[in-house]
């Protein structure tokens, strides 16, 4: 390739100014792309550069373009496919997409608006032409998509804290987003991915959402996996515009973001392990017994049988020199103060 057409890898490891406005060109033939890309380069814009479908689909949910100029044929997956997938994701359903295409029958274009395109130009590409077509469509998208952005990356910062966000749609109870460290808790605590939302998590929005909808505070789901509790509290209702959608009435489809936090008291069973000379699985055992289980419950959260948690207690009572579970319970509370009320959940 030439000095004057800038690679894929080289452009795609270019970091957009937040000021710039970003475009994604999406053709097969690098010597398509080239005078394009100079020409916008020259006007300002940060360009990013695909060569098929599958490239253009993950740079776009990546790096969130203002616009893509999307080649209508192209082998494998060709420019329509990537409008459908692109329009049918939430993340980039709201970027413009101009189709660059030389197919001038009536029928090709009209597939290129169903597909999702905003508009079209045809080959061979006059630069001066599709700036133009962009001007149309970008000033809204961009406006539309920042707000977005914003509100998404701050969603997104609480991950580092360790506060995990969702948002569920109360129209038919889709879970609708959800940060990295969302999914990931979701999955263990739940065994449930996106699109789905967890039935506890569903059940406990559905009726606590007049108080919610009232201003009122709502009762914290807690969901308890072994030492380890994921808690939900409902946060506020959400619009991905501002103004009528975030102000729906109630039951017409507005979404809920709703904070999840997970807490562990695993410090609490290290303690009591080096409190009582404990193994792993005894401390779990009495750490569950002063939580007031009994053994069929400890069986089920640690899965193991009634009859092995039995035989876990025998050691145990033997290593704390006591004969019940009320006595042993009543030595852990004593001598691991992590284990009062207010510290368990």
Partial sequence: MSTDTPSPE?????????????????????????PLHDALDEAGYTVLVALDGESAIRRARQALPDVILLDAVMPGIDGFEVARRL????????????FMTGLTETEH??????????????????????????????RTARHVRQGAVERSQARYALDAFGYA????????GRLMWQTPLARDLLQR???????????AVLQWLRRH???AQAQREPPRLT??????????????????????????????GGDWLIVMQET??????????????LTAREAEVLYWVAKGKINRDIGDILGSSPATVKKHLERIYAKLGVETRTAAAAMAINRVPLLQPQHGG
């Fill in 10 to 34: 080289r452009l795609s490891a270019q970091l957009p100014s937040p000021d710039a406005l970003v475009v994604l060109i999406v053709d097969d033939v690098p010597d398509n792309v080239a």
């Fill in 87 to 98: 329009k049918a994701d939430p993340a980039t359903a709201a970027i413009p997409i101009i």
């Fill in 109 to 138: 274009l009209v597939a290129a608006l169903d597909a999702g395109g905003a508009d079209y130009v045809t080959k061979p590409i006059k630069p001066r032409e599709v700036m133009a077509r962009m001007g149309v469509h970008l």
């Fill in 165 to 172: 966000t969702i948002t569920v749609r109360e129209r038919d």
């Fill in 189 to 199: 605590y739940c065994g449930t991915t996106a699109p789905e939302t967890p039935p």
């Fill in 209 to 211: 959402l007049q108080d």
């Fill in 223 to 252: 969901l308890d996996h072994g030492p380890r509790r994921l808690t939900f509290r409902l946060h506020q209702r959400v619009g991905d515009q501002d103004g009528a959608e975030a102000i729906e009435a109630p039951g017409e």
């Fill in 264 to 277: 562990s008291d695993a410090s609490v069973l290290e303690a009591m392990g080096q409190a009582f000379g």
